[in-house]
């Protein structure tokens, strides 16, 4: 099993983006069961809110659903539950790593764009919420993108547990 947890701000456009394509991609990949996928925020700012409603419909539009899912903040013990901890950009990969208990725990954390396969990709997802519509399919492409290439990488983490 691998646990991947995305985080940004709120918890309530990107990250929930990241954890809805990311889901609908492991499950076209048939690692339902091997990989458990959630989000969270650094701030509790949205806690129990669903997904911003552009972003639900901007993911829906190309057939990944945001149901079922509500912000929550970043726990201390998320640093034991997940394999990575997915930051947006590159502010939340400083909050998380003030965040976390140990050397261990920070290493766990990685900038989205890690796993980035289009050339040039911008180092930070930019937060979508105060922008336009557009925004927020910016933020899909790059997650689209981005997703491809973490799905290789836990692929490769579960081939190296098997064997």
Same mark, same amino acid.
């Given at each position: 099993m691998v646990a991947v947890l995305f985080?940004?701000?709120g918890n309530i456009c990107r990250s929930p983006t990241a954890e809805g394509l990311f889901r609908h991609k492991a @499950? +076209?990949?048939?690692?339902d069961?091997?990989?458990?996928?959630e989000s969270a925020g650094t701030t509790a700012y949205h806690e129990g809110e669903p997904p911003d409603p552009r972003a639900a419909e901007a993911a829906r539009r190309r057939g990944y659903s945001l149901d079922g899912q509500t912000a929550r903040p970043v726990r201390r013990g998320d640093f034991d539950r997940f394999d990575l901890l997915v930051a947006m950009d590159r502010g939340h990969v400083n909050r998380l790593r003030s965040l976390a208990p140990d050397d261990t725990a @920070? +290493?766990?954390?990685?900038?989205?764009?890690?796993?980035?396969?289009?050339?040039?990709t911008p180092r930070d997802v930019p937060d979508p919420y105060y922008g336009g519509g557009d925004g927020f399919e910016q933020v899909l492409d790059?997650?689209?993108?981005?997703?491809?290439?973490?799905?290789?990488h836990v692929r490769a983490r579960l081939d190296a547990a098997s064997s």
């Open positions: 985080v940004c701000t @499950r +076209a990949a048939g690692l069961g091997q990989v458990s996928i @920070r +290493a766990r954390v990685v900038l989205m764009s890690t796993f980035a396969r289009r050339p040039n790059m997650l689209e993108d981005a997703t491809e290439g973490l799905l290789d």
